[in-house]
């Protein structure tokens, strides 16, 4: 949420809400007072909650028909990349840039590689016959970029707060607390003052906004993901094979730039779960294993095939995690609430809405934030 000049509050903390904070932030400098507030923060131990901290996550461009989720990606790389430059700062030890590997099945074939949604990134190519893995019938090759989100959430949370950001640790139950009473009741809960409402609300609320009072968005689902954590510091290649025989558990291989490598994984829809299935663990290892061999330690595949087995002492953690995905797409826009039910106590506030973005928060991040900045700034220059 924001207070200013204008005065701002930014619901959630994950890296959608981050994101967006940083970009209101610096694009608009002393005009906004930004604070978020949250529940979690990125600091915090684990927890199911906490989608952002258990995501891959990795930039490659989505097949996709929503073309607010083609611009907030393609928006998204363009940062990201400049952020991952050798030499760039901070951000660039939070970024790997490494080949993707994206094996397909030959139902889901391009005609023409020109349409391929990465076509325009780095080094794309098509894959020579040669170069395709078993059960895949066209392949493609990209520059791409991972992020190691233990490093990458934390640099957010800095670069926020280093800039004059705010953050509040508060457990909001319904959206009208904050429309009427801003970060203050949270950031004071024992006073008898009275708080004033934010000039703005930025819902990026992610899985939450199920169950936010007020909003209770039931299109938002969660698709569940469940990884395992290796440390592979040896692996700097990102195959998937789009699997359809196996349906909703496609393997893939996400390395870190501090060496861990992410291992996948699953996208069971509506499935709410919490804590990771012990068969879908073994498969993962087989599947993973199988597309890129490479996992195992160097001196076992210099000396016989290596075997799952091979892969469990590198383990660091296995994972769950809900995907915020959203029936009809991303919700962005704009919406004017009353901050009180109490009519002669009231003014119209600006609420941004931002989320609903499924496995795609990482490598939209930076461009739904500003979609949503623009969003702000109409309403702002257009008020009710």
Same mark, same amino acid.
């Given at each position: 949420?924001?207070?200013?000049?204008?005065?701002?509050?930014?619901?959630?903390?994950?890296?959608?809400?981050?994101?967006?904070?940083?970009?209101?932030?610096?694009?608009?400098?002393?005009?906004?007072?930004?604070?978020?507030?949250?529940?979690?923060?990125?600091?915090?131990?684990?927890?199911?909650?906490?989608?952002?901290?258990?995501?891959?996550?990795?930039?490659?461009?989505?097949?996709?028909?929503?073309?607010?989720?083609?611009?907030?990606?393609? &928006?998204?790389?363009?940062?990201?990349?400049?952020? =991952?430059?050798p030499g760039s700062g901070v951000a660039?030890?939070?970024?790997?840039?490494?080949?993707?590997?994206?094996?397909?099945?030959?139902?889901?074939? #391009?005609?023409?590689?020109?349409?391929?949604?990465?076509?325009?990134?780095?080094? *794309?190519?098509?894959?020579?016959?040669?170069?395709?893995?078993?059960?895949? =019938?066209?392949? *493609?090759?990209?520059?791409?970029?991972?992020?190691?989100?233990?490093?990458?959430?934390?640099?957010?949370?800095?670069?926020?707060?280093?800039?004059?950001?705010?953050?509040?640790?508060?457990?909001?139950?319904?959206?009208?607390?904050?429309?009427?009473?801003?970060?203050?009741?949270?950031?004071?809960?024992?006073?008898?003052?009275?708080? !004033?409402?934010?000039?703005?609300?930025?819902?990026?609320?992610?899985?939450?906004?199920? *169950?936010?009072?007020?909003?209770?968005?039931?299109?938002?689902?969660?698709?569940?993901?469940?990884? +395992?954590?290796?440390?592979?510091?040896? +692996?700097?290649?990102?195959?998937?094979?789009?699997?359809?025989?196996?349906?909703?558990?496609?393997? #893939?291989?996400?390395?870190?730039?501090?060496?861990?490598?992410? +291992?996948?994984?699953?996208?069971?829809?509506?499935?709410?779960?919490?804590?990771?299935?012990?068969?879908?663990?073994?498969?993962?290892?087989?599947?993973?294993?199988?597309?890129?061999?490479?996992?195992?330690?160097? &001196?076992?595949?210099?000396?016989?095939?290596?075997?799952?087995?091979?892969?469990? !002492?590198?383990?660091l953690d296995v994972g769950v995690g809900?995907?915020?995905?959203?029936?009809?797409?991303?919700?962005?826009?704009? &919406?004017?609430?009353?901050?009180?039910?109490?009519?002669?106590? !009231?003014?119209?506030?600006?609420?941004? *809405?931002?989320?609903?973005?499924?496995?795609?928060?990482?490598?939209?991040?930076?461009?739904?934030?500003?979609?949503?900045?623009? #969003?702000?700034?109409?309403?702002?220059?257009?008020?009710?």
């Amino acid at each position: 949420m924001f207070d200013p000049s204008y005065s701002a509050l930014s619901l959630f903390i994950g890296v959608i809400g981050l994101t967006t904070a940083i970009k209101i932030q610096e694009a608009k400098g002393s005009e906004y007072n930004v604070t978020i507030i949250a529940e979690t923060f990125p600091t915090d131990p684990r927890t199911i909650k906490y989608t952002s901290f258990w995501a891959g996550a990795q930039y490659v461009a989505t097949r996709t028909e929503d073309l607010n989720l083609r611009r907030m990606e393609r &928006e998204t790389f363009d940062v990201v990349w400049a952020m =991952s430059e050798p030499g760039s700062g901070v951000a660039e030890g939070c970024l790997l840039r490494c080949t993707d590997y994206s094996y397909l099945p030959a139902e889901e074939q #391009y005609a023409d590689g020109k349409d391929h949604p990465c076509a325009f990134m780095p080094d *794309f190519r098509q894959l020579r016959p040669d170069e395709l893995v078993s059960g895949a =019938s066209q392949g *493609f090759a990209c520059t791409a970029i991972t992020f190691d989100i233990p490093r990458y959430l934390p640099y957010l949370l800095a670069r926020f707060t280093s800039g004059g950001g705010t953050i509040v640790r508060g457990a909001v139950g319904h959206i009208q607390q904050v429309l009427e009473g801003g970060a203050g009741i949270f950031a004071n809960p024992n006073s008898s003052r009275k708080y !004033s409402p934010p000039d703005a609300v930025i819902l990026c609320v992610g899985l939450g906004a199920r *169950f936010l009072g007020g909003i209770e968005d039931k299109d938002v689902i969660p698709i569940r993901g469940q990884t +395992v954590l290796l440390r592979a510091p040896w +692996v700097h290649i990102m195959p998937t094979l789009r699997d359809l025989k196996d349906g909703f558990n496609p393997p #893939y291989v996400i390395p870190r730039k501090g060496g861990d490598v992410i +291992v996948g994984g699953t996208f069971h829809l509506d499935d709410w779960y919490p804590h990771p299935r012990l068969e879908i663990t073994e498969r993962i290892l087989s599947k993973g294993l199988k597309l890129c061999p490479d996992l195992a330690p160097p &001196e076992v595949r210099a000396e016989r095939e290596p075997t799952v087995d091979d892969l469990r !002492s590198l383990i660091l953690d296995v994972g769950v995690g809900f995907r915020p995905y959203r029936n009809g797409g991303v919700r962005v826009g704009v &919406e004017w609430m009353d901050s009180s039910p109490l009519k002669n106590q !009231s003014k119209k506030v600006p609420v941004v *809405f931002n989320y609903g973005h499924g496995g795609n928060g990482y490598q939209a991040s930076w461009g739904s934030a500003q979609i949503a900045l623009e #969003y702000l700034e109409g309403a702002f220059i257009n008020p009710k």
